[in-house]
């Protein structure tokens, strides 16, 4: 484990580490979940760029308060202020804070704007949102499944809904971590070719298996785990009179969930909107660990900047 090199790479892709990799960063936060003194103050005296294309409530407040919490300090760059690619091209913003900070973390649109950060940054980028992944997100999330069920392998892990960034990067992370994710979405929205055909190969080697399905109740049934996103993600807002139309039989509510294993977890990233994607009782149900997985966004971010930085694998 000790011999996994973590420091200064970047973080734009699940598939950016190996499975082991990605058992490591999970174990270590974990740790540091129960044992934060663990990290130390391995940010102190460091500084992280936090650049925002989008809103965000969780993304934002867990990496400052990871950073708060490891020594360091984040520095908000709220989407007017640095005009990424308009004021200033990429590689310039990206030149310009490797000089002063000491990690970059980007939400943005295009996956191609993270990419070009990373490749201009001599310091690490961490992708906090693109329109192609949300790997921070997964990360959180299976650190929460980890939690609730004793092992991650072989279980099944149902996605319903639409086929967008949360979904890729789970599908990513299933894959490399041996778990089966069946995909239950409409016609035309599913996920990212490329990356169900990186998933199916992945998990052809590690035990895991991906489908994809337009049939919900397929996709749920023997399901471990139920989560779901909203319909239209930032940056569709102009489709959201269609996907209204076209999203419905994809709700997780209380009739659909019931075809799932008995107390399967019921997931969702957040934000949500109740009664579109999921009913508030779903949501409110003992079954429901979103808050869990909000939570776990800290934990899981605070073992990614710590091992960049260069803490030890725990
Ligand atoms: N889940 C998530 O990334 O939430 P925010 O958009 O509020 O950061
Ligand atoms: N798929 C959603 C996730 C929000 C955290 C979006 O991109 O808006």
């Excluded at 977890?265 to 949501?283: F, K, Q, S, W, Y």
């Amino acid at each position: 484990m000790k011999s996994i090199a973590f420091r200064d790479r970047d973080l734009l892709s699940i598939d950016d580490f190996t499975a082991e990799e990605l058992s490591a960063i999970l174990s270590t936060a974990a740790l540091l979940k129960r044992q934060p003194v663990l990290a130390g103050q391995v940010a102190a005296g460091k500084t992280m760029a936090m650049i925002f294309e989008k809103p965000s409530l969780r993304t934002r407040v867990t990496f400052e308060v990871a950073m708060t919490q490891m020594g360091g300090h984040a520095i908000y760059l709220q989407p007017s202020d640095i005009g990424l690619g308009t004021r200033e091209p990429v590689k310039d913003v990206a030149r310009n804070l490797s000089r002063w900070c000491d990690v970059i973390m980007a939400r943005t649109f295009k996956h191609e704007t993270v990419r070009g950060l990373a490749e201009y940054a001599s310091v690490p980028v961490i992708n906090a949102l693109s329109d192609l992944e949300h790997p921070c997100q997964a990360l959180a999330d299976f650190l929460t499944i980890s939690e609730y069920k004793a092992t991650v392998k072989g279980r099944k892990l149902a996605y319903v809904g639409d086929g967008n960034n949360v979904a890729h990067s789970l599908l990513l992370l299933a894959a490399k971590l041996g778990m089966r994710m069946a995909v239950g979405c409409p016609a035309g929205y599913e996920p990212d070719v490329a990356v169900v055909a990186r998933a199916t190969a992945i998990a052809a080697e590690s035990g895991g298996a991906v489908e994809i399905t337009p049939d919900p109740v397929a996709a749920v049934q023997q399901a471990d785990a139920i989560y779901t996103d909203v319909w239209t993600s930032m940056g569709q807002e102009e489709e959201r009179q269609e996907r209204l139309r076209v999203f419905p039989a994809y709700q997780l509510n209380a009739a659909l969930l019931a075809h799932a294993k008995p107390g399967a977890l019921v997931m969702h990233c957040l934000p949500a909107h109740r009664g579109e994607e999921i009913t508030d009782d779903v949501m409110e149900s003992p079954q429901s660990v979103v808050l869990d997985q909000a939570e776990n966004r800290l934990h899981a971010q605070k073992a990614v900047i710590a091992l960049l930085l260069g803490l030890a694998p725990l």
